[in-house]
Each structure stands twice: as structure tokens, then as C-alpha cells.
């Protein structure tokens, strides 16, 4: 079945720290894919995103780059902040209308 | 441009009572409808989705049900809630009809069943 698999945290890093989050996937075809922040208390929002083999997402200084021979979308930045501080979730669609399949989350913390 | 609401933003109810969460969408028709739920140190779990008025897709069997009485209006129940039921449970919706289609999320319910 469909599924998707990232690395669990905390994560720990100091500011100005380059960071890499992995996130491989499991699914039939060519699912979208996706990365979702958390900030506590809050809902989830989309980061970016890729439709397409080789296609790369960005916002705020983040970067996704979809690998279809590795089924990898790792999340990569090249200097974090504290304000980066929270729970980063990696998705897959497969088109249609059921939903995403997300990963667990990876809680991320950025030390001053 | 769209937004969603989601109702109440925390909620403490005793094992046995009933529940009922609403999320209503804005500036857009016919979404496609999600409920997610988030228990502690897992990811999101997909319960009930729906394309259209009256239309609800279960995904895990359990407690809880869905229902979409308007176009932009989700609801999620539960005649009798069980300990596990506490999470956090988001709202999401998507364009209906239109193939990857991002979810955008509400911001959530923090339900504790005691």
C-alpha cells in the first residue's frame, strides 16, 4: 500500500545550521508530493511541493526535490532559525479525492 | 480568497458524553472535505472525507462519524466518546474535481476525554 517514511526526530540544530529532513515514499504511479509545518498549537500548513519526477518545490528558504528513481523528497535548508522550530510532515497523493498519506512528523528544534 | 474555520479550538468532555465539531469553509464551492486526527507523538490519521453534499468516505472504522448537511460545512460526531478518542483533530479541505490538489488545514480541535 501507500506510504510514506521520514526520519523521526527531535532534530536538533544549532541556528545557521544547514539541514537535511529525508522522506521516502511508497505508492502506485506518480503521486504528488508535499511538506507540511506544523507550528504548536496550529494546524498544518503547506510548505511546497512537486507534481512531477525531477520537478523541485521551495518556500522560505526550503527546497524538495522529487526523486522518483530513490522515491525520495528530502527537505533541505541552508541556514536555519529559530523560527524554523516545529513539526515537519512529508505527504504523497495519488490523485483523486481521498486524502494524503502523510508520514509521522519530524519534530524540529533550532537552538540559538 | 478562502478560508476555513474550525470550532471549538479545545474541548474537554467526560468518557461516555457526546461530541460534535463543525468546519466551514469560505470562498469556495464544492471542496472536496477531510477530517484528520493527531494523537500524541504519532502523524495524522485520515477519518472521513467527502466530495460532495451528503457524500462521506470512512476510512477507519471506530467511534466517529461525518457529515456534510451543506456544501462548505463538515461535522464530525460521536454519540459516545471512548478515552481514545482524545487528539487533535483537523479540518482540511481541496479543490474539488481537480487531481493533486492540496489540502489547506484548519486549525484544529485539541479534544481530551476524561
Same mark, same amino acid.
Given at each position: 500500500?501507500? +506510504?510514506? #517514511?521520514?526520519? =523521526?526526530?527531535?532534530?536538533?540544530? +544549532?541556528?545557521?545550521?544547514?539541514?537535511?529532513?529525508?522522506?521516502?515514499?511508497?505508492?502506485?504511479?506518480?503521486?504528488?508530493?508535499?511538506?507540511?509545518?506544523? /507550528?504548536?498549537? =496550529?494546524?498544518?500548513?503547506?510548505?511546497?511541493?512537486?507534481?512531477?519526477?525531477?520537478?523541485?518545490? +521551495?518556500?522560505?528558504?526550503?527546497?524538495?526535490? /522529487?526523486?522518483?528513481? #530513490? #522515491?525520495?523528497?528530502?527537505?533541505?535548508?541552508? +541556514?536555519?532559525?529559530?523560527?524554523?522550530?516545529?513539526?515537519?510532515?512529508?505527504?504523497?497523493?495519488?490523485?483523486?479525492?481521498?486524502?494524503?498519506?502523510?508520514?509521522?512528523?519530524?519534530?524540529?528544534?533550532?537552538?540559538? | 480568497?478562502?478560508?476555513?474555520?474550525?470550532?471549538?479550538?479545545?474541548?474537554?468532555?467526560?468518557?461516555?458524553?457526546?461530541?460534535?465539531?463543525?468546519?466551514?469553509?469560505?470562498?469556495?464551492?464544492?471542496?472536496?472535505?477531510?477530517?484528520?486526527?493527531?494523537?500524541?507523538?504519532?502523524?495524522?490519521?485520515?477519518?472521513?472525507?467527502?466530495?460532495?453534499?451528503?457524500?462521506?468516505?470512512?476510512?477507519?472504522?471506530?467511534?466517529?462519524?461525518?457529515?456534510?448537511?451543506?456544501?462548505?460545512?463538515?461535522?464530525?460526531?460521536?454519540?459516545?466518546?471512548?478515552?481514545?478518542?482524545?487528539?487533535?483533530?483537523?479540518?482540511?479541505?481541496?479543490?474539488?474535481?481537480?487531481?493533486?490538489?492540496?489540502?489547506?488545514?484548519?486549525?484544529?480541535?485539541?479534544?481530551?476525554?476524561?
Amino acid at each position: 500500500g501507500n +506510504s510514506v #517514511t521520514q526520519m =523521526e526526530g527531535p532534530v536538533t540544530l +544549532s541556528e545557521e545550521a544547514f539541514l537535511t529532513i529525508n522522506c521516502t515514499y511508497t505508492a502506485t504511479g506518480y503521486p504528488s508530493l508535499f511538506w507540511y509545518v506544523q /507550528y504548536p498549537g =496550529e494546524g498544518l500548513q503547506l510548505l511546497l511541493k512537486a507534481t512531477k519526477a525531477d520537478d523541485k518545490g +521551495s518556500n522560505k528558504g526550503f527546497e524538495a526535490t /522529487y526523486r522518483k528513481e #530513490t #522515491t525520495s523528497f528530502h527537505l533541505e535548508k541552508g +541556514s536555519v532559525q529559530v523560527s524554523d522550530s516545529a513539526v515537519y510532515f512529508c505527504a504523497h497523493q495519488g490523485g483523486g479525492a481521498d486524502g494524503l498519506t502523510f508520514g509521522k512528523g519530524t519534530h524540529l528544534i533550532i537552538q540559538p | 480568497s478562502q478560508t476555513i474555520h474550525q470550532w471549538p479550538a479545545t474541548l474537554v468532555q467526560p468518557v461516555g458524553s457526546p461530541l460534535s465539531l463543525e468546519c466551514t469553509v469560505e470562498g469556495t464551492s464544492n471542496p472536496n472535505l477531510y477530517w484528520y486526527r493527531q494523537a500524541a507523538g504519532r502523524g495524522l490519521q485520515l477519518l472521513f472525507y467527502s466530495v460532495g453534499i451528503g457524500q462521506i468516505s470512512s476510512e477507519v472504522p471506530q467511534n466517529l462519524s461525518a457529515s456534510r448537511p451543506q456544501d462548505r460545512q463538515f461535522i464530525l460526531s460521536s454519540k459516545k466518546l471512548l478515552l481514545s478518542d482524545s487528539g487533535f483533530y483537523l479540518c482540511a479541505w481541496s479543490v474539488g474535481q481537480v487531481d493533486n490538489s492540496p489540502l489547506h488545514f484548519g486549525n484544529g480541535t485539541r479534544l481530551t476525554v476524561t
